[in-house]
């Protein structure tokens, strides 16, 4: 709720407050491992591997290739198969050429560079003459053997719920008539505890997420029920949000949303996370632990079983 | 005296007055010392009624009240008799012993942590903004810790500040706050006084596992008519009362309310933010009418609202919080006997929070609150000498309404509903106060509650996520508990002038506040025990020595205790709330527990008169889910809590007063890693409260001017001047982080921030009396 936020408002124009910087003198932490690791239907699985650190360190940009963890031992298993991922730097994904990378940045949500490098990363993934990819109802283990740390997850891919339909409609105020808003409609599965996250990608530009990128169907639970879609955030712009047009989408764009069943584990995750986000920086606010289920380190293990839906616009 | 065979017993009983108004006194003792030094006495209680058994004979009644001059009645006791006496107050009379205590009740009562607060001693204490407050008062006493600035929510002995029982005229004031908690509910215009019980609760009092604070409201002059008023910097006050019938029946009428923001209105509508406002405003009113010395009934109500106000010109966004709380009080005082005491209540309170968002197309309203209908019957029967009993029966409907409202954005409806519930609660109790001899004294108690919530409810078995549904119709009782309570005080007396006491006490909590966030704010709901929430309960252990000196003028206690809270409440440390889930989802149940020390002296007479204290204490929290099950210090453990309190009389029209408050730093959580998910920082927290901000200390000084003090004339005024946080010291409030800028823009910057609220702050208040 937007109470906290409100009050925070409140505060300030009510009270004589004085702010100033402080020293805190904190513990350093246990050094963690941090696994983001994803499988989806038709796609490979992939693991971004990292470390975490210490909460006032400087946080190097220009070498964010040291907070990744090299050379370790992943491999990813269901019932009946079982693959080693690769590792690959971005040294590596720089050579190949800029539709590729634009491609893999898009699906990333990566932001290239003005000379279209990826920004100094590496990742596991299958080796290139795999053709193991993600596959729906299936359930993946994720085992990871690195500093002679030993890490485990477990995941699945549920079954795909597509938007059975998405239309678009004006903005309210007529002032904005160039944008539109969209708008779905999701047939729910009659069991509750559906969970679902979604990307939005607008024309030939990078998937983008909202916050919160994740839904449950508590609202409308094994009915088909209709839910906005707004335009996820470009988080690599420096624009301020302008509340009046955050989430709309132009007229003329044509639409991806790509919706993702999940897991209630995989949800908890994001719900925590975002949560977390969102509350940073409130004084009201208490805080929130991630929950992880990554057992042995911190971070995600997570299934998508996805269908991107298309909307075109009326010409 | 006659000696031997059976003497006959005679009762003397009566009200207690104050001359000048007609206000009943609480807590006058009444006295006659035996020919071989014994005393036998009583005090009133709190309709100022007293019954003291005597053997036939000569007596000097002894009547005293701080402040006020000791009355002494001569009788000759051959039947029971009716002495009702007004004492005058002392400033009046110099010539007369004015009573600055009721002597030696620290070291005589059983009572054990309990401490009374006429007005005009918490009137005496340098307030923020020169507004005198009974809750601010209240936190300078030890064992009893302030949340932090400016915030009404105390916390006694390790206990959350939901386990304070507040009652105004029996009443209970589910939030005692007044803007966001800086200042509270109570108009020190319209209060007699206080009571705050930290420990050894009586079993009279009960719903709540740590303290009492019992705020009475004045009746009203019914001599002739009065105003009382003051004008201060944030807010001013006016008090009517006076006689409907003379000496038979009179009322009041108090107000309050502040001006700060609507001053600021026309600088305010210069900017984007005009119509921003914020106010609050109080109300009480109180009636009475005595049919005979048997009978009388007392009506009284409060009203109070805080309105909050927001507008956005920029994004067109209007917000309205408008919170308070409403209490209706009807009393019917019988008198069966000289012996028997009856007291019969029906209250009506109720506590209402809401909130109307409007942006663009967008509108959203929230409502929540708790309502009660309450219905009791105390007696106080003075059985023998030896014996003074009460028993009684409480009844409460309770209706919580947790958040509820709408949203709607252009045609697009949408309802949140958790669903009100409702509950019955229920208690009977018996206590006895038995002099066992001139040395020992022993109360024992018996409390038995009971709460039941009841239908229209819907449970779903696995939060949520259920399976099915299972609905109970209106009525139908969903669950039950029952609580039994039992509470013992005892008092050895090593001498006059000595005593130890100790004390037992269990007590169940049925009700529990839910907050998000680390501050007492109207967002805070209320919510009953339930299909998910079982009622907390504690335990305390309490041992004591007091001790006076020089005939009263200082007073010493020591006090130590132990305190065991089952049941207690946290939110999951990684809740969400989801819309229509209900809250009682992010709990997690656990155990607390505290103990500590108090110490303090007092000086009650002279020129020069205040008091020390200081607590040592140590409050721990252990829950399973929380905190890797490890034991972690609760956020208000205070290991240190010194608080000064000191008057000094310069003459007849000056007086200074000073106090110093010094406390540990509340203990807090910290991030301590960062690390990357989706190309983002994420935070990483460290253990639960491993940490603690800077230590919290402030002086305030104020000085008071009353330039006529001739009692002839009727106009009195008083000007006072005073000084917050006179050395300037900037106590952090909160600490939180700033980040800014973008992991992959390469400006990323996190810093440590303290915010502190109030510096030095001067105030002028003028009162005035007619």
């Not at chain 1, 990307?199 to 997420?209: D, V, Y």
């Amino acid at each position: 709720m937007c109470f906290k936020n409100l009050l925070i408002v409140a505060f300030t124009i009510l009270m004589i407050s004085c702010e100033k910087e402080i020293d805190v003198k904190l513990p350093s932490p246990k050094d963690q491992i941090v696994v983001e690791g994803y499988i989806e239907n038709d796609v490979p699985p992939y693991v971004f591997l990292t470390k975490n650190s210490a909460y006032f360190g400087d946080f190097d940009v220009n070498d964010l290739d040291k907070y990744f963890v090299k050379g370790a031992k992943i491999i990813v298993s269901s019932d009946s198969d079982s693959i080693e991922l690769v590792e690959y730097s971005s040294e590596l994904i720089n050579f190949l050429p800029d539709e590729e990378k634009m491609a893999l940045a898009q699906f990333f949500g990566l932001p290239l560079d003005s000379n279209f490098n990826i920004p100094k990363i590496s990742v596991y993934t299958v080796p290139l003459e795999s053709s193991f990819v993600g596959e729906i109802g299936k359930n993946y283990q994720l085992r990871i053997e690195v500093d002679n740390k030993i890490l485990t997850a477990t995941t699945n891919i549920p079954n795909p719920v597509g938007f059975s339909k998405l239309w678009t409609e004006p903005h309210p105020s007529s002032q904005y008539d160039s944008l539109v808003q969209l708008k779905g409609l999701i047939r729910d599965p009659d069991t509750l505890g559906n969970f679902y996250r979604y990307f939005t990608r607008r024309n030939s530009e990078a998937f983008t997420k909202n916050y919160p990128s994740v839904l449950d169907d508590l609202m409308g639970n094994g009915k088909e029920f209709e839910t906005q879609v707004p335009l996820g955030y470009n988080r690599f712009s420096d624009e301020e949000i302008d509340f009046n047009t955050f989430g709309f989408w132009n007229k003329k764009d044509t639409c991806y949303v790509k919706l993702a069943m999940i897991s209630r584990t995989h949800y908890d995750f994001w719900r925590t996370l975002e949560n977390e986000l969102s509350n940073q920086g409130s004084p009201f606010g208490s805080y929130t632990r991630i929950r992880s289920n990554i057992k042995g380190g911190l971070g995600i293990w997570g299934g998508y079983g996805s269908v991107t839906s298309v909307y075109y616009p009326i010409e | 005296m006659k000696i031997g065979a059976q003497e006959q017993k005679f009762t003397v009983s009566g009200y207690v007055y104050d001359a000048s108004n007609g206000e009943s006194l609480i807590g006058a003792s009444v006295y006659v010392t035996h020919s071989d030094g014994r005393k036998t006495g009583a005090a009133t209680n709190v309709y100022g009624f007293y019954s003291i058994q005597l053997n036939e004979g000569n007596y000097e009644l002894v009547y005293s009240y701080v402040g006020f001059a000791t009355q002494i009645v001569k009788i000759n006791l051959k039947s029971n008799l009716k002495q009702n006496v007004h004492l005058i107050e002392g400033q009046e009379l110099s010539e007369v012993v004015v009573t600055a205590e009721r002597k030696d009740e620290n070291v005589k009562s059983t009572d054990m942590g309990k401490v009374e607060m006429g007005i005009e001693m918490i009137k005496s204490i340098p307030a923020l903004m020169g507004e005198v407050d009974v809750i601010k008062a209240i936190q300078l006493l030890p064992g009893v810790q302030a949340a932090g600035e400016g915030n009404s929510g105390i916390y006694v002995r390790g206990g959350g500040p939901d386990q304070n029982l507040v009652l105004l005229d029996d009443a209970i004031v589910y939030n005692p706050g007044h803007m966001f908690g800086f200042f509270s509910v109570f108009n020190p215009d319209a209060v007699k006084g206080a009571s705050l019980t930290k420990g050894g609760m009586p079993a009279s009092y009960g719903g709540r596992i740590s303290s009492v604070i019992d705020v009475s409201m004045k009746e009203g002059n019914n001599k002739r008519f009065q105003m009382d008023g003051g004008i201060g910097l944030i807010s001013s006050r006016l008090t009517l009362q006076g006689p409907i019938q003379k000496d038979k029946s009179s009322f009041l009428i108090a107000a309050r309310r502040t001006y700060a923001f609507d001053i600021a209105q026309p600088i305010l509508k210069k900017t984007d933010f005009g119509g921003t406002n914020y106010n609050f405003y109080d109300l009480n009113l109180k009636a009475n009418y005595t049919f005979s010395d048997k009978d009388r009934i007392f009506l009284s109500g409060y009203f109070g609202r805080d309105v909050f106000i927001y507008n956005n010109a920029v994004n067109k966004t209007n917000v309205r919080m408008p919170w308070g709380n409403a209490t209706t009080t009807l009393r019917w005082n019988h008198l069966f006997s000289d012996k028997l005491f009856m007291n019969t209540t029906l209250v009506f309170n109720d506590y209402q929070f809401s909130f109307t968002a409007r942006q663009l197309e967008f509108q959203m309203l929230v409502k929540s609150g708790v309502r009660d209908f309450n219905a009791k019957i105390d007696l106080d029967h003075y059985a023998s000498s030896k014996h003074k009993l009460k028993y009684g029966y409480n009844y409460t409907y309770h209706i919580f309404t947790p958040n509820t409202g709408s949203m709607n954005s252009g045609d697009t409806d949408f309802k949140i509903d958790e669903g009100k519930k409702y509950a019955h609660e229920m208690a009977w109790y018996v206590q006895d106060d038995w002099d066992i001899n001139d040395r020992f004294r022993l109360s024992t108690g018996f409390r038995l509650s009971m709460f039941q919530q009841v239908g229209p409810y819907k449970y779903l078995p696995d939060g949520a996520y259920g399976k099915d549904s299972v609905l109970y119709k209106r009525g139908e009782a969903v669950k039950t508990w029952w609580g039994p309570e039992p509470r013992i005080a005892m008092r050895y007396a090593i001498n006059g002038k000595q005593s130890i006491k100790a004390g037992f006490s269990m007590n169940y909590q049925y009700v529990h506040l839910v907050s998000s966030s680390n501050s007492t704010l109207p967002t805070d709901m209320w919510v009953p025990s339930s299909k998910w929430v079982e009622p907390q309960w504690g335990l305390q252990y309490s041992l004591g020595y007091f001790r006076n000196f020089k005939d009263n003028d200082y007073e010493l206690s020591a006090e130590i205790y132990y305190k065991d809270m089952k049941n207690q409440i946290e939110f999951s440390e990684s809740f969400y709330k989801e819309l229509n889930e209900e809250i009682e989802m992010g709990y997690v149940f656990g155990r607390g527990y505290s103990y500590g020390m108090e110490l303090f002296a007092k000086k009650s007479k002279g020129k020069f008169n205040g008091w020390l204290g200081y607590t040592l204490s140590y409050t721990w929290r252990k829950f399973d889910m929380l905190n890797q099950g490890n034991k972690f210090p609760a956020r208000y453990d205070r290991r240190h809590d010194i608080s000064v309190n000191l008057v000094y009389e310069i003459n007849k029209k000056l007086s200074l007063g000073g106090t110093w408050v010094y406390a540990t730093g509340n203990a807090f959580t910290l991030p301590i890693e960062k690390y990357i998910v989706d190309f983002m920082l994420i935070t990483g927290y460290g253990d639960r409260n491993a940490y603690r901000i800077p230590a919290f200390h402030r002086m305030d000084l104020s000085l008071t001017y009353v330039p006529n003090k001739n009692p002839n004339k009727r106009f009195k005024s008083e000007y006072n001047f005073s000084i917050y946080n006179v050395y300037n010291r900037k106590n952090t409030y909160f600490i939180y982080y700033k980040t800014e800028g973008n992991l992959l823009l390469g400006n990323l910057t996190t810093k440590a921030v303290s915010v502190s609220l109030f510096p030095i702050i001067p105030s002028f208040t003028w009162n005035f009396k007619f």
